[in-house]
């Protein structure tokens, strides 16, 4: 039973860190090909609008793959997605989309110790 309460409290976490990196990424406009909670073989998958969000075996981990090449030189001559790109974007740009998924984990913390406060009360 413990165990399962470990895979539970740590999916919970990751699960909310990678969303984290999907919202920053998309409210800045970046394509991302797939979100996955999870790794391992997927056990469900289903696409809405570009993206492909998957469930897969084994829920201490997860993550998000945005699209186009990881290096600048491997960029395909006058690709018209390539400004969709993380790795065409601004550095201030990626380096939010790194952030929220830490940012989304103490937002997580914070809404957590609010409402035990609240239930609860302080201690």
């Given at each position: ?5 470990v895979?539970?409290v ?6 909310v ?21 999870g ?5 469900w ?23 186009g090449?990881?290096h ?6 006058n ?11 601004p ?16 937002l ?16």
């Amino acid at each position: 039973m413990e165990a399962l309460v470990v895979v539970l409290v740590f999916g919970i976490l990751i699960g909310v860190h990678e969303f984290g990196h999907l919202l920053g990424a998309k409210l800045l406009g970046m394509r991302v090909d797939s979100f996955s909670f999870g790794f391992g073989p997927v056990l469900w998958s289903f696409k809405l609008g570009e993206t492909e969000y998957r469930l897969s075996l084994l829920p201490l981990g997860g993550y998000v793959t945005p699209s186009g090449p990881e290096h600048p030189e491997d960029l395909p001559p006058n690709d018209p997605d390539a400004k969709r790109y993380l790795i065409c974007r601004p550095i201030w740009q990626r380096f939010l989309v790194v952030l929220c998924g830490p940012l989304f984990n103490l937002l997580l913390a914070a809404l957590l110790c609010i409402g035990i406060t609240h239930f609860y009360g302080s201690p």
